[in-house]
């Protein structure tokens, strides 16, 4: 069987668990992926199971391109002001050094209304200004498509048709041109795992909402069993996608912790004393998920209680900025904001334990966030910490079931956050903490393994 994601997999715990799940003696299974800043010390090519790990090196061409639409599209789409500025002076050092040549000297003082120009449809927002965006727009969309994403297809393609699978589980949605051409060449078993609600994240533009939909529509009578992650997001691909197979649900639960003492590791990493509460946020850094809201909240924080972001992501810099401002401005001996590298896979239970409380406060923007049930949803019970999420469907109905957390208001108002954080005691705490454990007892990785051996089983009846 081949696994097919486009990351580096190593930090992905439900492709790993899901592999390591229906290896057995006599099966092969391998996951493909990408090398990536993850993977640059090395990483664990077979894994206990007999999982094994090949993932594609970085290339110099994917490289650049990768810079190119991450770094230098982002940098031009925000700083239009500054590029305007620098061709500015750049004209005025021309002019300067030209004056003494009236020819050059009268053309670059007429083409020094350009740079004028642009500048003036910074600051007025006119058309000038939102042409140049979507010229901007545009060739990040053309780089990404037509080469970046093509360029990786085809190196993701050309590496698992040689290792001749039965058997493709394609893990989110990048990996189905790979996939449905793997299909098409070898005859095998397509199986599509959606981790999410594709064409309605957060982030999602129009046009690229209705691209999605209509790719899904072209693929989805060719896929042979799929997956998703629960009941909300399976009735949205069943209503939309009809000729989608009917969905396996497997949830991002946990595999179940093994009872362990806290040793502190998560106060000593953000340099605080024992007793001082943490509320945590561990995962990703990213727009929309209403960590800028918790950040601010932690100015209205008790003396005692610190919020630590534990994580990685694209807005690091800003929270870092908001986090040392409200530090400087709060006279406390500790810092009521704290930022630190996130914890191993392997080791993110003896980290999350040392949490009073466990955030997800996403924001609703979108079904993707509406019906979300990230990771996080198991792992701060699973070290038997509580929950104090904002209110989406599925997070409630879990919430509410097994009583493992308290509710945001959707709002997300700092001040609201933290009188909340504030009002919940120690022995409140610990009755949720006890409720965890009855939670992870009953819904946990194991629960959903034994659904994927069952699926693959069948396979070979």
């Not at 050092?93 to 003494?100: E, H, R, T």
């Not at 083409?111 to 058309?127: G, I, Q, W």
């Not at 006279?331 to 955030?359: D, R």
Request: net charge positive.
């Amino acid at each position: 069987m081949a696994v097919l994601s486009f990351n580096s997999v190593v930090n992905d715990g439900r492709i790993l668990k899901s592999a390591d799940s229906v290896s057995e003696p006599g099966f092969e299974v391998k996951i493909f992926g990408f090398e990536d800043n993850h993977t640059r010390n090395g990483y664990c090519k077979k894994r206990e199971s007999g999982v094994t790990l090949d993932l594609i090196p970085k290339q110099f061409t994917v490289g650049v391109l990768a810079f190119l639409y991450n770094d230098v599209s982002s940098y031009l789409r925000k700083n239009f002001k500054i590029i305007s500025l620098f061709t500015l002076f750049l004209f005025a050092a021309v002019l300067l050094f030209s004056a003494f040549y009236l020819p050059i000297f009268v053309v670059f003082t007429g083409l020094l209304v350009l740079p004028l120009f642009f500048l003036f449809s910074y600051f007025y927002r006119n058309k000038l200004y939102f042409y140049y965006l979507k010229v901007i727009n545009f060739l990040i969309k053309i780089t990404r498509k037509k080469v970046y994403d093509e360029h990786r297809t085809k190196a993701m393609y050309d590496k698992v048709v040689k290792f001749e699978p039965d058997i493709i589980h394609a893990h989110d949605l990048r990996t189905m041109d790979a996939a449905i051409k793997l299909k098409n060449k070898l005859g095998c078993l397509l199986i599509w795992d959606a981790h999410e609600i594709y064409e309605e994240t957060a982030q999602i533009k129009a046009d690229n909402k209705e691209n999605i939909s209509k790719k899904i529509s072209s693929f989805q009578a060719l896929v042979d069993h799929f997956i998703t992650i629960n009941e909300s997001i399976a009735k949205f691909y069943a209503d939309k996608y009809p000729n989608l197979p009917k969905a396996l649900i497997i949830k991002n639960a946990t595999l179940k912790n093994i009872p362990i003492e806290y040793d502190y590791r998560l106060h000593k990493k953000a340099m605080l004393p024992e007793n001082q509460k943490i509320i945590l946020y561990q995962g990703g850094f990213a727009r929309k998920r209403g960590i800028e809201s918790i950040v601010k909240s932690s100015e209205f924080y008790s003396d005692d209680t610190t919020l630590v972001l534990m994580g990685w992501g694209g807005i690091h810099n800003e929270l870092s900025s908001m986090a040392d401002k409200i530090n400087s401005q709060r006279n406390c001996f500790y810092p009521k904001c704290v930022i630190i590298p996130p914890a191993p896979q392997s080791e993110l239970a003896h980290w999350t334990m040392g949490a009073f409380l466990g955030l997800i406060p996403y924001e609703n923007h979108g079904l993707n966030h509406l019906y979300c049930t990230p990771n996080k949803l198991w792992e701060y019970p699973n070290a038997g910490v509580p929950l104090l999420c904002t209110p989406m469907v599925e997070m409630k109905k879990i919430v509410d079931e097994w009583q493992i957390g308290w509710l945001l208001d959707s709002s997300l108002q700092a001040s609201h956050i933290a009188k909340i954080i504030n009002s919940i005691d120690q022995v409140s705490r610990d009755r949720k903490s006890i409720n965890c454990k009855i939670f992870i007892d009953n819904d946990n990785w194991e629960i959903y393994s034994q659904k994927l051996k069952s699926l693959y089983k069948g396979f070979f009846k």
